[in-house]
């Protein structure tokens, strides 16, 4: 509730406070004394956009505070209003923004003019005064349909991520697959091309190795003179003598092992001169073969072990992207499980919203006749939106009728003021029994009605008052008798300048602020004694 209102260089009011009470607080005045100016400077308090047109003439700034309790915690909230343009917003002396400040202020008190863009007119929160009705069945159902879209909204966005890394990976797989079936088609074989230089020079001096080995083997074996022959020529020669000289015999035995092994040796020689053939063929092959290794090498490493590791990795990367292929089916699996719950869990939810609204239906229709509107007409329209919110997926709009033969229309286009401020009254009463705001401000609520409506809108406003602080403004007789605490505006004029200042009103100043207002400037004897009879009545 609010406890105190203190207005300082603001409009005609160079400095003025007021106390506020429990239940019913009326503000009354004469015409153009500033009674709208007192809700413009509390609706200022409460967060609405500045504007510095309202800086009293000749002040550099303005300044308003308010005192309010929110969950017995007192708040002092401060707006300064400069000719400079700055706007200040405090709450209990620490500097906070406009949004700060209203997300505080939209808890305590909620304003209502003849005009005004207030909770009620803004179908966006019609939703939630439906599923505050019958919270404690609703509840549970909302954070559950919260949950579960977090949730799905969590790994819906996981998805998207790692699809996008997925699509991102699949153009670079195309490359490493192909990297790796290049390597792999190679076949290549570790110390390979060491392999095949060593060949490639052989083959390419191949025809002056073989004239070398068949000159070596011609020497050694030839029929004419050959080593062979001598060996063996000398060996008879000694072979005649050995019997009767014991060197002869030596040297003979020794040049029979030379023969055995000379002859072993040109075996070889002629082993290795018949192996040799040269071919262009085989050369292009080995040429091939290393221009292959070489252009991989240039491509992947500098050696073939550096190649096939190279390939190696390639394998693992593209296994590890199948692999994110894999995850991505997992989790649209879990998606569509978190989705199907969603939705089941929505449409429950949205069951219990009908019959929340069926019921807050009958109770409106209720306080509307309490409010002589006997042939009016309320609907609560629930309709579904095209996609799921934390909130669920459901749309909630309060429609009225208030004559015979006229069409459902939403609140917003109730033309009439005295109507609007009845129907006003009639949701505030129920709704106000739940939706948290402890401080509830008409603004001339009582625009455009009186006689007996007059005393039944004030009836309604003093019911309301027993659960909420009331701050209304009014010029009706009818209702300013039932307040429990009584304001007047007081206009005052010294040479050039005009003041506004706020009084509260003794139980005989009520009684004359009534009179005046049942009969105008002139307050008369029965003026005064119709005051007493209303008050006590």
Known sequence: MINHLS????????????????????????????????????????????????????AEKAVIQMVAEYLHTEYVITRELSTNGKNICKINGEIVSLSQLQELTGKIADIHGQYDNQSLLDSSRHLDLVDKYEKNTITPYKSKV????????????RINKRQETLNELNRKKELMEFEYNEIISADLMPGEDADLTERLTEEKNKEKIYRGFEEAYNLCSGEESSILSHVNAIQSSLKDIKDISKDAAELEYEFSDIYYRLDDIISRVRRSKDRLSYS???????????DTINFLK??????????????DKLKSEIGKIDNLDS???????????????????????????????????????????????DNAKVSIEITRMDKYTANGIDRAEFLISTNVGEPLKPLSKIASGGEMSRIMLAFKNIIGEYDGIGTMIFDEIDNGISGQTASVVGKKLLDISEKHQIISITHLPQIAALG???????????GFTTNATIKHLTEHEKIEEIARLLSGDSITDVAFENAKALINN
């Open 327 to 373: 995850d991505i089916s997992s989790m649209l699996i879990e998606q569509e499980r978190i989705g199907e719950m969603l939705k089941r869990t929505t449409d429950q939810l949205s069951e219990l919203r009908k019959r929340s609204a069926a019921s807050l239906e009958e109770k409106i229709q209720k306080e509307l006749s309490d409010l002589m509107f």
């Open 280 to 290: 262009s063929d085989s050369l292009d092959d080995i040429l091939g073969r290393l």
């Open 146 to 157: 919260s949950e579960l879209y977090n949730s799905y909204r969590e790994i819906t966005a």
């Open 484 to 494: 429990n605490n009584n304001y007047k505006i007081i206009k005052e004029s010294y």
């Open 7 to 58: 207005i300082k260089n603001f409009a005609i009011i160079e400095d003025a406070e007021i106390n506020f009470n429990k239940g019913l607080n009326i503000i009354t005045g004469e015409s153009g004394s500033g009674k709208s100016v007192v809700v413009e400077a509390m609706s200022l308090a409460l967060g609405c956009r500045a504007d510095s047109s309202y800086i009293r003439t000749g």
């Open 298 to 311: 240039r491509k992947y490493g500098n050696t073939i072990d550096d190649i096939l590791n190279y390939a």
